[in-house]
């Protein structure tokens, strides 16, 4: 026996060599966390220097030894590069095959906007067309000369070609009419489209002689021109087919998925209302949704407006930008099922559906506010996306957490947002540092330099643990029609004052569009709560619900006798096609009505301390200075999962982390930490630990466990489904410290990254 350990000893101590030259060779695999566990995210962008020989190496490995992502998402850049082309092709799957190697996954950027060219080439006659409304007085002796212009619009996807550039452009119709403060006089409205001239159309500008007005109850005139764009028609009849066959010219690379960001028609910023995305395919499609109304006599309605016809004026805005939200919602859709088609379950659809970062007009005319109906196994969104979002998509993905890609000009945003994220129940999606203003060498690797990816590697050992996302007791559930409607009472206005306010005082809010209900997303649980995937809500504020469908009444007339506490701010008088509705009185006597939020604010508190809702750390106002600001939680405090798992974060003074010295009561237990940048447990009801991590444990106390350690130790534990303890350590190359072999002996190792220096 004495024989028999002897030489398990002597060959223990003769493998430990090979063991440590193992992880050596293959030192980027030894950083990553496994397949089953939450990935970090970086971004990968190819400008050019990557289709060279071998030019993508050298990125991905820096990647493999200076940062923890366990994704690359790679998206093209490179001037005169689409995806359709074999050269691309070729290069993508060697890059794939070397990550794999080096034991990163990737997922390639296959959007339909990489490859506009040879969607063009194919299919000329389905390409995006902008309608522009363009108002002139008329003249009672002369003829009247006009130039209507067009814009030259861009976004990210347009580096690889050129812009999404007018290609030409056409004079549709011509109306005339008087009108006055209350729009078109009916009366006086003509079509004079083939008295008028095109001097001149092409894809800058359209060139228009409309002749003197010999009728006397006509001012104006309106032209309806339309410019044809570089970029695929939304409701193009062969658009998702052409989508599908990207995606299959992949099918052999060893991808992790694919991806894609701010889908929808290409971006406008200006609120105006004179212009509409337009294309015959789009005509047709409406005609048919409204019984057979003529989309460019309602682009006039929805842009001036006529007299007697308000009813008919709000809804032909809200049909219009339903069809916006739901075909783009489509598109989105068919891009998930092609790569679960392709790719296999498993396969990840990145990354965020966000554009402007901002519930508001701009997104309305992009997408429709699409966020919550573009389909992904993990929330995502982007920049300066509001936290109410995030969380709400967490809810609706059933993500245990959600992913923000991150952008700023300087490290310490990047630095502060780590911890902010993993406060609210979030992780950064790494995007290079953006714009490259000439202050870093190389903003593709800057952010692997310092004590960033030190942090990350902290907070990513809350990945092991969390399996819900933050616990948000309050929704605030907006009208989506109304908010896109110019015509109606509370445009551009979706609560976010209201959710801010919830958020600085401590109680973090949900916010979801009313067409959840309508999508029977929404529900209400065995209970009688309101439910968005697995958040139970104490409260619920229906925030202007004009335009709504009598389902949404219905759904909160089920909901009057449960837990839930029901408010309601903004009258319900017009249905989802402006008909006279009763909707204040189809909602249940027990909503209560309020004028404005800070009546509201009470009553919402009174109803959580009733429900004995405890606080989380308040959020601040983190201002931007080209964005909307919106409230952020701070580098530092703590939050709640909905399953009871509570976050601490430290991050406020060291980037890597502060001491994190607490005693706290968790479901009437003391638990004490003293741990470094993150320190994170979940009890059962009874008390006991079921999980806890933690960056540079010293010490954590808890009633049946008790870990204390001569030196601090990076740690992740958690009951398995077996009810054995299962853990995972940081950063720690020698034998376990016996406290920790005491609890079990199943333990798993992660690397950390090494600081890139140039």
């Known amino acids: 026996m ?18 440590a030259l193992s992880q050596q060779e293959n030192e980027g695999t030894a950083i990553r966390l496994p ?78 906007r990489l490859a506009r060219r040879a969607f063009e080439a194919k299919y000329p006659d389905q390409l995006q067309e902008m309608l522009i409304l363009h108002e002139v007085p008329f003249s009672v002796n002369d003829h009247v000369e006009t130039v209507v212009y067009s814009q030259d619009l861009s976004d990210h996807y347009t580096g690889n070609t050129t812009n999404y550039i007018p290609l030409s452009g056409s004079l549709l119709r011509v109306y005339a009419y008087h009108r006055t403060d209350d729009g078109i006089d009916p009366n006086s409205l003509s079509e004079i489209t083939r008295q008028c001239t095109v001097f001149s159309a092409s894809g800058d500008s359209v060139w228009i002689s409309i002749p003197a007005n010999h009728v006397s109850n006509q001012t104006y005139a309106c032209a309806l021109v339309s410019f044809r764009h570089l970029a695929p ?44 995305w337009y294309s015959k395919h789009r005509a047709i499609a409406y005609a048919k949704r409204t019984g057979g109304r003529d989309l460019l006599e309602d682009c006039l309605l929805m842009y001036l407006g006529i007299e007697g016809q308000e009813r008919e004026r709000r809804m032909a805005i809200n049909h219009f930008r339903h069809m916006s939200l739901m075909r783009n919602g489509a598109i989105e859709n068919d891009f998930y099922l092609s790569a679960k088609k392709v790719f296999g379950p498993d396969a990840l659809v990145l990354v965020h559906p966000t554009w402007y970062p901002y519930p508001d007009f701009r997104e309305y005319k992009k997408n429709g506010l699409d966020w919550w109906i573009a389909t992904r196994d993990w929330a995502q969104t982007d920049e300066i996306t509001p936290f109410a979002v995030r969380t709400s998509l967490a809810k609706k993905w059933g993500s245990p957490v959600w992913y923000n890609m991150y952008y700023a000009d300087n490290l310490a945003d990047y630095e502060r947002s780590v ?19 000439g202050k870093y060498a190389d903003r593709d690797l800057e952010l692997l330099k310092g004590d960033l990816m030190r942090a990350e590697s902290r907070v990513r050992l809350l990945n092991y643990i969390s399996k819900t996302p933050l616990d948000c007791p309050v ?19 979706v609560g976010m004052e209201l959710v801010d306010s919830l958020w600085r005082l401590g109680f973090p809010c949900d916010l979801i569009p009313s067409s959840e209900v309508r999508n029977d997303q929404l529900h209400i649980d065995e209970n009688g709560w309101i439910s968005y995937g697995q958040q139970k809500y104490a409260a619920v504020v229906l925030y202007h619900p004009e335009f709504e469908e ?26 989802f096609n402006a008909q006279d509705f009763d909707g204040n009185g189809s909602l249940p006597g027990s909503m209560m009505a309020l004028d404005d ?29 080209h964005f909307p600001s919106s409230s952020s939680p701070p580098p530092s405090g703590f939050c709640r999962l909905i399953d009871g798992t509570v976050i601490q974060v430290a991050g406020k003074d060291n980037v890597s982390g502060d001491q994190i010295l607490s005693t706290r009561e968790i479901n009437g237990h003391q638990v004490t930490f003293d741990a470094i940048g993150v320190a994170a447990v979940r009890l059962s009801k009874e008390g006991t ?19 204390t350690l001569d030196e601090r130790t990076d740690l992740a534990l958690w009951l398995n489904e077996n009810g054995k303890w299962e853990g995972v350590v940081q950063g720690w190359d020698d034998d376990l410290p016996p406290q920790l072999l005491e609890l079990t002996g199943d333990w798993s190792r992660l690397a950390v990254p090494v600081p890139y220096a140039d």
């Open 35 to 112: 397949d089953h566990v939450m990935p970090v995210l970086g971004c990968w962008f190819w400008r050019g220097e990557e289709f060279t020989a071998d030019g993508y190496k050298d990125f991905i490995d820096k990647t493999c030894k200076h940062s923890p992502y366990d994704v690359l998402v790679q998206s093209t850049r490179a001037f005169e590069k689409e995806v359709t082309d074999d050269e691309v092709y070729q290069q993508l799957k060697q890059a794939a095959e070397y990550a794999r190697e080096k034991g990163i996954r990737m997922t390639v950027d296959l959007d339909i």
């Open 419 to 437: 911890w902010t994220h993993a406060l609210a129940g979030g992780r950064i999606n790494y995007h290079s540092l953006y714009p490259d203003r």
């Open 233 to 276: 028609d939304v409701f193009a009849p062969n658009f998702i087919s052409f989508q599908r066959e990207i995606i299959d010219r992949y099918a052999d690379l060893p991808l992790a998925g694919i991806s894609r960001d701010e889908w929808g028609f290409p971006p406008c910023f200006m609120s105006t209302i004179n212009e509409f």
């Open 550 to 575: 009598p389902q949404t009444a219905e759904f909160f007339t089920r909901a009057a006798d449960g837990p839930t506490k029901l408010f309601r701010i903004g009258n319900w008088t017009q249905d």
């Open 475 to 493: 929704a605030v559930i907006f009208g989506h029609a109304c908010t896109m409607n110019w015509a109606g009472p509370a445009y551009d206005d």
């Open 597 to 625: 939020i800070p009546s509201l604010i009470p009553e919402l508190l009174n109803a959580l301390e009733n429900q004995g809702i405890a606080w989380q750390t308040p959020a601040t106002v983190f201002p931007e200075s």
């Open 2 to 19: 004495r024989f028999l350990l002897f030489s398990l000893v002597v060959c223990c101590w003769l493998f430990r060599p090979s063991l």
């Open 689 to 707: 630990v079921e999980a806890l991590a933690a960056g540079g444990l010293k010490s954590f106390k808890c009633p049946g466990l008790e870990i």
